[in-house]
Nanobody, 126 residues
Framework: QVQVTQSGGGLVQAGEALTLSCGIS????????VGWFRQLPGKEREFVAA????????YYADSVKGRFIISRDNAKNTAYLQMNSLNTEDTALYFC???????????????????WGQGTQVTVSS
C-alpha cells in the first residue's frame, strides 16, 4: 500500500522561500512520477509542477515557472517542491501526488494521479 506523506508548509512573508517534502512509502519512488497541486477553498485543484520517473524532465504551471523547483531523491524516497519568491497568490493547500504510469505534460489533471498526500497549507502574507 502506497502512502504519501507531506511535510513543510506554513506561514511566510511575500518574497520568502519555502520547501515542501513528499515522502513515499510502500513502493520505490523510482517507479513513480510525482506532481504537486494546490487548491483554494471552493476551487478546483490546480496543477503546479511535475517530475518524471527519472527526474530528467520537469513541468511547471506558468504561474510558478522560474520561481518553483520540483526535484526528487529516489534514494530517500522523497520528492520536493522548492518555492521561491512567494507571493500572496501562492497561498493555498498544497498536495503531493504520485502516479505509476501514463503520459506527463505541463497541464496535468488530478485524475491522472494514483496516490495523494494529505495536503499542507502554505500561507503567504504581504
Amino acid at each position: 500500500q502506497v502512502q504519501v506523506t507531506q511535510s513543510g508548509g506554513g506561514l511566510v512573508q511575500a518574497g520568502e522561500a519555502l520547501t515542501l517534502s513528499c515522502g513515499i512509502s510502500g513502493r520505490a519512488l523510482s517507479t513513480l512520477a510525482v506532481g504537486w497541486f494546490r487548491q483554494l477553498p471552493g476551487k478546483e485543484r490546480e496543477f503546479v509542477a511535475a517530475i518524471t520517473w527519472s527526474g530528467l524532465t520537469t513541468y511547471y504551471a506558468d504561474s510558478v515557472k522560474g520561481r518553483f523547483i520540483i526535484s526528487r531523491d529516489n534514494a530517500k524516497n522523497t520528492a520536493y517542491l522548492q518555492m521561491n519568491s512567494l507571493n500572496t497568490e501562492d497561498t493555498a493547500l498544497y498536495f503531493c501526488a504520485a502516479k505509476i504510469g501514463g503520459p506527463m505534460g505541463p497541464r496535468m489533471q488530478p485524475t491522472e494521479f494514483d496516490y495523494w498526500g494529505q495536503g499542507t497549507q502554505v500561507t503567504v502574507s504581504s
